[in-house]
């Protein structure tokens, strides 16, 4: 008992100091008033004690029930009266702007985009101006051949930049760093390809990489190491055996990417294992293993004569290259020439098309001139004839005029006639009947005559 009370709590110390002294008493006699007054008190100490040690206990779980209930029921009817009323006041409603989210790297390539816009039109602004001075002090011959040798060392330094592109691509492999799911990899490629560093371009992995670098260098590039040194284990191990680690890496990205995000102790573990495996036998793969695989694909039975044997499938790649880059040239310059054909024969069918277009214009002026001088011909015509009925007309009017006069003038040469008739009859009657007669007679035609031409004036006149 005197063991258990020094290892136990205070507390259960003194419970058990109080049954040992519960016990003792009932062991007493009853005679002794003295120990029954301890027995029926020792209970009542315990009790008291131990309710006065529970007591900050209860008060505290009220408490948290208390706070419990009024936070879960504020706007209940029974509500408690320490719970303060809740705010009946609010923000001002503002609408929510409704933005697009864009993928970072499409927004890397955008500014890559125009900052290499920015560099080729100053680029292309200070040729232009070097151009007009060649062209103004050498003449123009001179400033085509240096416009040929500008765009000649354009090409010469695309192709070297695309022929350096898998170099980088081994070399970020043999330090470790995966240039296909390592964010670092993924940097320096997207350097090289779009001169823009990802680093700058918030929301991408590598601007998170250079804040925790900010933060806390040692403990980054420690964490990044291990994961590192067994993609290094990897590469290493399939050059010994022949294999394009290049290749490989592309081809098993899933898992590169499962290494990369083990946990920093994990991927501590696994490097030692390498790292043992390594030490142990000098690769991953067995050396018997490595041995059987080489003399399977031809390559040299010691793997340092791998760069050797390198340079020389390098070499005849480059000359491959060379050939096709010649046959490449050759077809470009085959297709610039067709190309050139092509624009010739364009600009003849343009200017074809344009004399056509001249020719059928002067055709239409001379059509509508045509037209005109028709319509006014026949306007002419049409005036010519209305003159010449007016003229018909006026000769007919004339004509019927004068018919009319002549049938007057016949009528009083008729009646003259009879006139001269009737004297006759009458100047015989007279030379018969006598002078007085005759003259009556004469008398008589005079006045005839003299009415009708009174009568045939009126009709001339009309």
């Keep these: 008992t005197t063991t258990t009370t020094t290892t136990s709590p205070s507390w259960r110390g003194n419970l058990l100091e109080q049954n040992d002294i519960l016990s003792m008493a009932l062991r007493a006699t009853n005679d002794n008033n003295d120990n029954e007054d301890a027995i029926s008190k020792a209970p009542i100490r315990f009790n008291r004690r131990f309710l006065r040690r529970l007591k900050p206990v209860a008060l505290a779980f009220l408490t948290a029930a208390i706070s419990n209930n009024a936070k879960n029921n504020l706007n209940a009817p029974h509500r408690l009266l320490t719970t303060p009323p809740a705010a009946q006041a609010s923000g001002p409603v503002m609408p929510i ?5 864009e993928d970072p790297i499409v927004t890397a390539k955008k500014k890559a985009e125009e900052k290499r816009r920015l560099a080729s039109a100053g680029r292309v602004k200070a040729m232009l101006q070097e151009l007009s001075r060649i062209e103004a002090e050498e003449g123009k011959a001179a400033a085509e051949a240096y416009e040929k040798a500008e765009e000649a060392k354009q090409e010469e330094a695309i192709r070297l930049k695309a022929a350096e592109r898998p170099k980088l691509f081994k070399s970020l492999l043999e330090q470790g760093i995966c240039p296909f799911t390592d964010s670092e990899g993924i940097r320096q490629v997207f350097m090289y390809d779009e001169d823009f560093d990802l680093a700058r371009v918030p929301n991408t992995d590598q601007n998170l990489d250079s804040m925790l670098m ?29 294999e394009d680690p290049v290749e490989y890496f592309r081809t098993h990205q899933e898992n590169t990417m499962k290494i990369q995000q083990m946990r920093p102790r994990d991927a501590k573990k696994m490097a030692e294992a390498y790292k043992s495996v390594i030490d142990r036998q000098g690769s991953i793969t067995a050396p018997d293993v490595i041995k059987k695989i080489r003399e399977q694909k031809g390559l040299p039975e010691d793997p340092a004569d791998d760069a050797k044997f390198e340079a020389e499938r390098e070499a005849a790649a480059a000359a491959a290259a060379a050939g096709s880059s010649t046959k490449t040239s050759k077809g470009a310059a085959a297709a610039k020439a067709k190309e050139e054909a092509v624009q010739r024969r364009a600009a003849r069918l343009q200017a074809k098309s344009a004399k056509r277009e001249s020719y059928l214009a002067a055709k239409s002026e001379r ?5 005109e001088a028709r319509v006014e011909a026949q306007k002419a015509k049409d005036a010519a004839k209305a003159a010449v009925a007016a003229g018909a007309a006026a000769a007919t009017a004339a004509a019927a005029s004068a018919a009319s006069e002549a049938a007057a003038s016949v009528t009083t040469i008729a009646d003259a006639a009879k006139a001269a008739k009737h004297a006759a009859a009458d100047a015989e009657i007279a030379a018969t009947s006598g002078m007085d007669f005759a003259a009556t007679a004469g008398q008589e035609a005079v006045s005839r005559s003299t009415l009708e031409s009174a009568s045939s004036a009126p009709e001339k006149s009309a």
């Design 97 to 101: 702007r409704k933005t697009q989210w």
């Design 214 to 242: 900010k933060r806390n260098a040692k403990k980054f590039l420690e964490e990044k190491s291990y994961t590192r040194y067994v993609v290094k284990c990897i590469h290493d191990d399939l050059r010994l055996k022949g």
């Design 367 to 371: 059509r509508a001139a045509r037209e």
